[in-house]
């Protein structure tokens, strides 16, 4: 390559940065042109839409209500996935929705919830909207190529039956589609349809089509339901807890490219280029795709900042053995990215494969997770495979060919980590047996065995007049305290009412007397008047439904990255032994929620999905030099076996510390300078930080290498 070349690349690159450096800058902008160019943010950071309905039924069943809730929430993911469902009083519902603020234009959208039925030529309903799974608009073209407006029916396995036999019966007849006692649509059935979806047409434009289709989706819910108010509500947190996430984002970012470059000299610039890349196409990426952002999701993206920095301490890890067995710097450099290949691409995939199982089968906050983590995970082996090595050549060309600027890889004597395994396993075992016995004395005490939120078990909604128009910080300061002196509990959450002085408040379970108490403590220091005060319970907003959806993601995410890894090494025991690692892992989490008593709602979820994504991919990273340093070896027997364990623990230890130092730096600093609910969520992923790279070393390998022993191949 020429050197003219080379500066031409640089220069290319750093257009590139500069350009989406711009850009990110006016997307996260809060003011002139930025506001038109803002990402989607959540209820907690940005306020939206709620809106409460009245069930028309009289004494509906819980069943009725978690049914209806379950399916209201399917319903509302479409304007985000953070939307949450959950009830209020005895026979109230209530929907929030963020980044929206037109409450009028959501209603419209969503329509009326009401029945839904679809009968036969003679008036008999066959089916109701229980059994419809989804409805969509859509645009088809006819057999003379015009375009016909159309809505695509999915029914579930009892309605495709239904429908079948009512279609079948019914060839050329006229059956309606009737909502709330008014036809909707009266759509001739032209042939038997038995498949289990269907096509309805004859809508004149699109707009009707996906208010048929709206109507339909809204009618499958189980209780009729009428509006009974609608506001909209301002942040929780407010831009407090954007600032200082970006503030520590941008000391995080300036920190890790101070260690990288120190560390890995002139890779280190290419890898802070690269990230810097990364993290601009991150932003723009969210915001393109419309993603709602909330606060688990600002802790999560500034965690894959972190994270991006893995791949390529991996491949400047692989360079430097290379400088050292002899070869050129040119030779190194393309050497290091082929070999650093297979444990990128099998690390970034394992988690990709989960993400893509979390957004398929997960509900709410896990899909808008998912969403989150495969962004980062693809960007990130973009910018390390093509960005970094773009840049590496570049340097190299225009004349940095020395190999003191790119560094050698000290032999190292391996470290007897197989030896001490028993040690390992004794340790883990204890912080493991703590937790539970940790769970089992808080639930002997009537505390629960894990702190739950409001999220999962509900609570007590309090709305007051507080008689002047406090700001979120006013809250977080002055009235929050006082309330957790009355509850005993932390996880206190704030609402305003827009255009009121308003403010709700959300707290655990409270008894008749703790109300009078809290209303005594408004009364007597904030000068409240107690005749403002309304409160009424509400479940919970993280439902049974949706944490089954999210159990059977993780499970099904599991059993995929097991049968991955089994395929990818060729060997069980490796896929084996990764999983046990990630267990291991989530135990030690919730060895520290149980200790330290640390709130358990959607962040605790958050945590674990994040937790399981860093963890197999550390683990990998090791498996990978093991399977390679196995092909070295002819005769394969327990003393060899315990030397590749160890070589390759050791020769890769100095990249798992490395990405754990950076990571660790990016959490820590959230810690620091985030506000509360943000040193919630980093607390636990510090821990599991450590937990993930101990895993790794301590853990994984060393049952890898108890399987392996115990349970050899014979021709092994």
């Known amino acids: 390559m020429k050197k003219s070349k080379g500066v031409a690349i640089l220069l290319a690159v750093l257009l590139v940065l500069a350009g989406l450096s711009y850009y990110a800058s006016i997307i996260l902008s809060s003011t002139g042109k930025g506001e038109d160019k803002n990402i989607k943010l959540g209820l907690d950071l940005a306020g939206g839409v709620s809106i409460t309905y009245q069930v028309e039924s009289e004494n509906p069943t819980s069943e009725q209500m978690k049914d209806t809730i379950y399916k209201l929430q399917k319903r509302v993911e479409g304007y985000s996935t953070e939307a949450s469902v959950y009830q209020e009083g005895d026979d109230r519902i209530t929907v929030e929705i963020p980044g929206v603020k037109d409450a009028n234009k959501i209603l419209d959208e969503l329509g009326k919830p009401g029945s ?128 200082t996430a970006l503030k520590a984002a941008a000391i995080g970012l300036a920190l890790i490219a101070v260690f990288m470059i120190a560390y890995y000299w002139i890779s280190g610039v290419a890898a802070t280029i690269a990230l ?79 993400a893509a199982v979390l957004a398929f089968k997960g509900s709410g906050f896990v899909k808008g997770f998912a969403y989150t983590l495969a962004i980062g995970i693809v960007l990130s082996m973009f910018t390390a495979l093509v960005v970094t090595r773009l840049v590496l050549h570049g340097l190299y060309v225009i004349g940095f060919r020395d190999a003191k600027f790119y560094g050698r890889q000290k032999e190292r004597r391996p470290m007897h980590f197989i030896a001490k395994r028993h040690v390992f396993f004794i340790i883990s075992a204890v912080i493991i047996i703590a937790g539970f016995v940790g769970m089992g004395v808080n639930k002997a005490n009537g505390k629960g065995a894990l702190n739950l939120s409001l999220e999962f078990v509900g609570g007590t909604s309090t709305t007051v007049d507080m008689g002047k128009d406090y700001t979120l910080a006013e809250l977080d300061s002055e009235v929050i305290p006082l309330i957790e002196d009355v509850t005993g509990d932390s996880s206190v959450q704030a609402q305003k009412v827009e255009g009121s002085t308003q403010v709700v408040f959300k707290t655990r379970s409270l008894d008749l007397d703790e109300r009078e108490q809290l209303n005594t403590t408004l009364e007597e220091n904030l000068g409240v008047d107690t005749s403002t005060v309304s409160s009424t319970n509400i479940s919970s907003t993280i439902s049974g439904e949706m944490t089954k959806d999210a159990v ?20 069980i025991r490796f896929a084996t032994s990764a999983i046990l690692a990630l267990i291991h892992d989530v135990l030690v989490i919730l060895t520290c929620y149980s200790l330290l008593r640390l709130s358990v709602g959607s ?19 090791i498996f990978d ?92």
């Open 552 to 571: 059977w993601a993780v499970v099904i995410a599991t059993i995929c990255m097991l049968v991955y890894i089994w395929f990818r090494f060729k060997d």
């Open 276 to 354: 810097g890349i990364y993290t601009t196409m991150v932003v723009a990426v969210i915001y393109l795709f419309e993603i709602t952002l909330t606060l688990p999701g600002i802790a999560g993206i500034i965690l894959s900042i972190g994270m991006a920095v893995d791949a390529n301490v991996i491949i400047f890890a692989r360079i430097r053995e290379e400088i050292a067995s002899g070869k050129t710097v040119s030779t190194a450099i393309k050497t290091g990215f082929q070999k650093a290949l297979s444990a990128i691409l099998d690390g970034n995939i394992t988690t990709l494969i989960a």
């Open 603 to 621: 962040t605790f979820i958050a945590v674990m999905l994040t937790i399981i994504g860093y963890s197999i991919n550390d683990t990998i990273v």
């Open 116 to 243: 839904l039925e679809f009968r036969d030529p003679d008036g008999n309903v066959y089916m109701t909207g229980n059994d419809v799974k989804d409805a969509q608009a859509a645009t088809q073209q006819d057999n003379l190529g015009n375009k016909q407006y159309v809505v695509q029916l999915t029914l579930t396995d009892e309605g495709a039956q239904k429908f079948a036999d009512a279609t079948t019966a019914n060839v050329g007849k006229v059956c309606p589609i009737v909502y709330d006692d008014e036809a909707i649509s009266t759509p001739r059935v032209k042939e038997a349809i038995t498949g289990g979806s269907a096509v309805i047409d004859g809508m004149s434009s699109y707009e009707e089509a996906e208010t048929l289709a709206s109507n339909i989706r809204i009618g499958s819910l189980s209780l009729e339901l009428s509006e009974l108010q609608s506001q909209i509500v301002a942040a929780q947190l407010g831009t407090e807890a954007i600032s």
């Open 625 to 716: 030099r093991i399977r390679e340093n196995m092909h070295l070896v002819r005769n394969v027997d327990k003393e060899s076996l315990t030397e590749i364990a160890d070589r390759s623990i050791s020769q890769t230890i100095s990249r798992s510390l490395n990405t754990s130092i950076t990571t660790f730096v990016m959490v820590f600093l959230l810690y620091i300078l985030g506000v509360a609910s943000i040193k919630d969520f980093s607390l636990p992923l510090m821990v599991g930080i450590v937990s993930g790279t101990y895993s790794s070393i301590c853990i994984a390998t060393e049952l890898w290498f108890v399987f392996k022993t115990r349970f050899a191949k014979k021709n092994a």
